[in-house]
C-alpha cells in the first residue's frame, strides 16, 4: 500500500501508512540519512531539484529519511527562512515513525536572492502554493504516497500558507494550521508588523482590496480538509484571533475541525510539557485521517 502524504509548510508530509515497531522507531530517530550524508544528497537532488516548482528553476530542498527497509512516506517540510538556519518542527519527529521529509524552501524564503524572496510580493498563497503542490506531485510521481491520502500543515507562515493551500484546493484529507493569519485588516494595530503591512499592502482604508483578497478568512467556506488550529494564548506575533475565527467559521459551516490554545503561551509552544502536548496532537491528528485502520 503506499504511504499518504502531508504537504506541509513550515512542514508539509507524507504520513506513514504503517506502524514501525518500537525498536524501529528508535532506530529511525537518528540524525543520519540513512547513516550516509552522501545518499541522502543523491535522493535530494532526485526528490528536489527534479521538482520544477513554478518557474522551472527547481524548489530547493533537502530530506532526512528513516532507516526502515521499503517504500516511506515523504514529509515535506517549508518555512519561510532557510532551512539551513532554521529547524523548526522537527524533521526527526517524523522520521522516527517512517516518514521521510523532504525540507522545501518555497517562493518567498530566504537564502536564494532578492528576485525569489520578493516572489510572493502582494501575492501571498499564489506561486508559493504553486511551489507546494509541485512538491506534492512530484512526490506522488515518484511512487513515494498515496494521492487519496493527502494531508497539510505549518507553523506561522507555514500556517498561513496551509490556510492559502486548504481554501484552494480539496485534495488534502487532514490539515494543521498553527501561529496563523486569517482576516489581516483585524491584525491591523493588533500585531507587531503595522510597518510591514503599510510598506507592502498599503493602509486598509486606502488599499482595501489587496488586504481582503488575501485574506484567508473570505474563503473559509471553501475549507472541507478536518483542521486543528493550533497557537499560544499570548501571541503577539500572529495572534490566537486569527485560529479562533477560523475555528469558529468552520464550526458554523459544520466542518470538522478543533482548537488548541495554549495558556500563557507566544509565538513559539516553549514550555516542555506544552511542546510534548502538541507535537502528541499533530501526530494524533494526521494519523486520525491519514492512517488505514
Known sequence: MKTPLISGIIAA????????????????AGFG???DPEKGKEKAGQICQACHGTDGNGIPGQPVWPKLAGQHPLYIYKQLQNFKVNDRWNAQMFAAPGYVVAMINFHGSTGYGQEFE???WRDWGNVDT????AAVDHAVELGYSDPDRLGVGGWSYGGILTNYVITS??????????????????????????????????????????WERLSPFNKVENIT????????EKDWNVPI???EQMYQSMKRLGRETILVVYPNQHHGINLPVYSKDLLERIIGWYDKYLKPE
Open 13 to 28: 508530509a507524507l504520513v506513514s501508512a504503517f506502524t514501525v515497531t518500537q525498536a524501529g522507531a528508535n532506530e529511525a
Open 33 to 35: 540519512l540513512n547513516g
Open 118 to 120: 520578493l516572489g510572493i
Open 130 to 133: 504553486q511551489d507546494v503542490l
Open 169 to 210: 484546493n480539496e485534495q488534502f484529507k487532514a490539515a494543521v494550521s498553527g501561529a496563523s493569519g486569517a482576516l489581516w485588516v483585524a491584525n491591523y494595530g493588533h500585531d507587531h508588523y503595522q510597518r510591514w503591512y503599510e510598506m507592502e499592502f498599503g493602509l486598509p482604508w486606502e488599499n482595501r482590496e489587496i
Open 225 to 232: 480538509t478536518p483542521t486543528m488550529w493550533v497557537g499560544g
Open 241 to 243: 484571533q486569527n485560529s
